[in-house]
């Protein structure tokens, strides 16, 4: 590398590091050194003269540092600052006008008219073929928009590139066909395959959302599922109320029959007899009522075409349906979601048939809780009954008579 270049290389370095505006993503400092990668790759293949070299790699390092000075034109303004730094290093005009003439065939549309321009025109587009193409392409579009040049969608940005590439650029050097080339044309193929899937997933989107307008609305179905939801957290309360009442009442019955019952073939004990008898009632009565809180009721499991057609089954609870072949309920099925108001009228049965089976278990339960107390109540009160006024010679102690209770 010549003295000039490291000398140019060390001003355009700091000048569009502290010079150039900080919406420029694309247009700076690591773009100007990518196509100075690019032109030195290409001239190392390429048979100039090293005064050609020189001024090319000149080029490609103030090619783009008219940035500095606003985007419109920066190709001239570039030349303009090229030749006042290069005048002061007391480089020959000759060799300033070639450097402005590389740096103006840069500009976009231009068509190179020797091999300099070529390489030079190449080495402006080399990441072309690079595989951080979509990325670097994106800083681009990021940059056009914080100019306020233009504004593109992914999509609007994806077309312009493919037809960039398509119809707008080419490579004119044969290094660049033959060896950057391949990269381009890979770069071309995501975009294309870009392109059919965002379109493919634009077509499910417009699906996905024709559905939802032809599905029941949102707050439709958050109503049937919360309404559901509660009706099942409800009949587990009760289901888990009842076996609570149930064991007690078995553990209740079991310490009478073990403890106390043996007692009362003692005449001394007689007095116990319509306390326990009291007492074992209501706790039979509570754990009767427990039980048929939680008994399921059984159903037919069976059901007809005709009911099907004319929507007077409902295929959503397993009673309707466990003893149908798989075959016959597929069927119905399939008559049910073709049909918005039979789903509805179906999820809405579930609700009040499961609303009427939660009215049958509270009503029970509140009778066997209303009963259990009631039992506890007045087995308590006949126990002090009998032991105050029946009890033998009616001085036993509290204490006593909480013990034959039990032991």
């Known amino acids: 590398m010549s003295e000039i270049v490291e000398k140019s290389e060390v001003y355009v370095t700091d000048l569009l590091s502290n010079s150039l505006d900080s919406k420029y993503l694309y247009h700076n400092l690591r773009h100007t050194q990518r196509v100075v990668s690019g032109a030195e790759e ?49 480089y020959k005009d000759s060799s300033i006008e070639k450097v402005c003439q590389y740096i103006m065939a840069t500009k976009l549309g231009y068509e190179p008219i020797s091999l300099p321009e070529e390489i030079i025109k190449d080495a402006d587009t080399s990441h072309f073929r690079q595989k951080s193409y979509m990325s670097t392409s994106e800083l681009l579009r990021e940059e056009l928009r914080l100019l306020g040049i233009a504004e593109f969608s992914p999509a609007e940005w994806r077309e312009e590139n493919i037809k960039l590439f398509r119809t707008d650029h080419r490579f004119y050097t044969d290094y660049a066909k033959e060896n950057w ?37 949102r707050g439709i179905q958050t109503m049937f599922r919360v309404t559901m939801r509660n009706h099942l957290k ?37 007095y116990l007899i319509y306390p ?42 397993f009673g309707n349906f466990h003893k149908m072949n798989l075959p016959e309920y597929e069927w119905a099925i399939q008559e049910l979601i073709q049909d918005k108001k039979y789903v509805y009228s179906s999820l809405t049965k579930d609700l009040y048939f499961l609303g009427v089976v939660l009215d049958r278990k509270y009503r029970l339960l509140r009778w066997t809780y209303t009963i259990f107390m009631i039992g506890m109540i007045l087995s308590v009160i006949a126990f002090f009954v009998a032991l105050k006024f029946y009890g033998p010679e009616r001085v036993l102690k509290l204490p006593e008579a909480t013990s034959a209770l039990f032991f």
């Open 42 to 90: 290409l001239i190392e293949a390429s048979d100039l003269k090293n005064e050609q070299k020189e001024h090319l790699l000149l080029a490609a390092w103030f090619h783009d540092t008219g940035f500095t000075k606003g985007y419109e034109d920066h190709e001239t303004k570039s030349c303009e600052i090229a030749r006042t730094f290069l005048k002061t290093l007391n």
């Open 181 to 217: 080339q391949k990269g381009k044309d890979k770069n071309i193929k995501r975009l294309i395959k870009e392109k059919k899937a965002r379109k493919t997933l634009a077509k499910k989107e417009q699906l996905k959302a024709q559905f939802k307008n032809e599905s029941p609305e």
């Open 234 to 270: 409800l009949s587990d309360i009760a289901d888990t109320k009842a076996n609570i009442l149930l064991s007690v009442n078995a553990i209740i019955i079991s310490l009478v029959l073990s403890n106390l019952i043996p007692k009362l073939d003692n005449p001394s004990n007689d």
């Open 276 to 317: 326990t008898g009291i007492f074992l009632v209501f706790a039979i009565a509570s754990m009767v009522l427990s039980i048929l809180a939680t008994r399921p009721n059984v159903t037919r499991g069976e059901f007809t075409k005709e009911d099907v057609k004319n929507k007077d089954v409902n295929l959503l609870f």
